[in-house]
DNA sequence: AAGATGACGCCCG
DNA sequence: CCGGGCGCCATCT
């Protein structure tokens, strides 16, 4: 049923997954997802997905620069989720410097092992 | 089959 | 900071 979504499923499931990691009260970009999803120069096809996908952290995707795509009330509708997790904007954009989420990071106490060797005293 | 389209991104002026 | 123009690429007309 319903094949849609683009022939490529890989695609569109690796850019959800990308998506769907990004945490709550941070952001990402459409073209850092891409990448991280694999198709680095499918930034437009982001946008398709999250237009097509259901139930995907929609509002933490901004365009880059940290600024929002969308256009009149999606736009503001995401402008409040965002400001309800947490997330503050700097006039139109957010400040990615600290809001942006950095894929390929050990998402927090992922660490291997440990921390590193003492270095005892001094 | 050719042209238009889009929740993009980057470079210029 | 703001447009404008061009490259990207799968879909849609």
Redesign the pocket.
């Known amino acids: 049923m319903t094949r ?5 499923p890989d ?1 569109v499931t690796a850019i959800c997954d990308a998506i769907r990691r990004i945490p709550r009260g941070r952001v990402s ?4 997802i891409a990448k991280e999803a694999g198709y680095p ?8 997905v ?2 097509q996908v259901e139930g995907l952290p ?2 933490r ?1 901004l ?3 940290g600024r929002i ?2 256009r009149g009330e ?1 736009a503001l509708e ?1 402008r409040f989720l965002l400001y309800a997790e947490g997330v503050r904007f700097h ?2 954009k957010v400040n990615m410097l600290e809001f942006e989420h950095r894929f390929g990071r050990p998402g927090r106490k992922l660490a291997t092992h440990a921390r590193k060797p003492p270095l005892p005293r001094k």
Not at 41 to 48: E, F, I, L, N
């Open positions: 849609e979504l683009t022939s490529k695609l970009t459409y073209g850092a120069r499918c930034a437009r096809h982001v946008g398709r999250l237009k929609w509002q995707v365009g880059s620069g795509s969308l999606m995401q006039g139109r």
